[in-house]
């Protein structure tokens, strides 16, 4: 026998072993992705269960990380992403897009950060601003580039007198607030200089909405971006569980 035949006789146990390694890689891919695409689809579905009555709409999850597979078995999963475009809420409609980090298969610790984005069309905003019950029935919001403009109605004397103001929005723990910043009478003054009634809706305090009854109880608002084609707000929380008494335990604004 010659010296190349025995090497290559030599080679052919490396050579299987070599094949038999890439197969069980690709095996552990196709099984890992298997259980990822199994994750994604059970959790959409306890989802689904457990949320409160007043929610509709579907949720697709995404699970992120490498193996799925060695999160389970770490208890942990890097990143948990769900994403609803179409959720109504107590009938406000809105798109939603959440990121979960840190989350434990253990549902008794709370998700290490989680950051969300609510957006809200105009229509919702009013329906909001309108269920908040701390804005004139009257008032109507429009959403335009960083600010909101809405219209009025004040009493002066025995007039009803028609106003203009345009506001700027920020969030504060439950709470979006409308500050307005500038303001014209629209009607219902004649000749009367119309300079004390803009001043005085200038210091009306800001139009508070709590959207805390929206919420699960815990997840608090962190900012808020106004566009003429929706108003975006940011949610964070560090406390909240995936247990369905904390999912569906919505918090409560005060009065």
């Given at each position: 026998m010659t010296m190349a035949r025995k090497k290559r006789?030599?080679?052919?146990?490396?050579?299987?072993l070599g094949s038999l390694a890439v197969l069980l890689v690709v095996a552990f891919f196709l099984v890992d992705s298997g259980l990822r695409s199994f994750a994604e689809d059970r959790a959409e579905a306890e989802i689904s269960q457990r949320m409160p009555s007043s929610v509709t709409g579907d949720v697709t999850v995404t699970v992120g990380g490498t193996s799925v597979i060695a999160q389970f078995i770490a208890g942990n999963f890097e990143q948990v992403e769900l994403t609803a475009p179409k959720l109504t809420v107590d009938g406000v409609p809105a798109s939603v897009h959440v990121i979960a980090r840190d989350v434990s298969t253990n549902t008794a610790k709370a998700i290490g950060s989680l950051s969300?984005?609510?957006?809200?069309?105009?229509?919702?905003?009013?329906?909001?601003?309108?269920?908040s019950g701390n804005a004139p029935a009257d008032v109507v919001m429009t959403l335009g580039d960083e600010t909101v403009t809405y219209?009025?109605?004040?009493?002066?004397?025995?007039?009803?007198?028609g106003y203009s103001a345009t506001a700027t929005a920020s969030a504060a723990g439950d709470?979006?607030?409308?500050?307005?910043?500038e303001a014209t009478v629209t009607?219902?003054?004649g000749d009367i200089d119309a300079t004390p009634l803009v001043n005085l809706i200038l210091q009306q305090a800001p139009i508070g909405v709590c959207v805390a009854s929206y919420l699960p109880a815990g997840v608090e608002l962190s900012g808020v971006d106004i566009s003429p084609e929706r108003a975006r707000v940011t949610l964070e929380s560090s406390t909240l569980m995936l247990t369905v008494q904390s999912l569906t335990t919505l918090g409560s604004c005060a009065g």
């Open positions: 006789r030599g080679l052919v146990p490396l050579i299987i969300a984005t609510l957006d809200v069309d105009q229509a919702a905003l009013n329906q909001l601003v309108v269920a219209t009025g109605t004040v009493k002066l004397f025995e007039f009803n007198v709470t979006l607030n409308f500050t307005p910043t009607s219902g003054v």
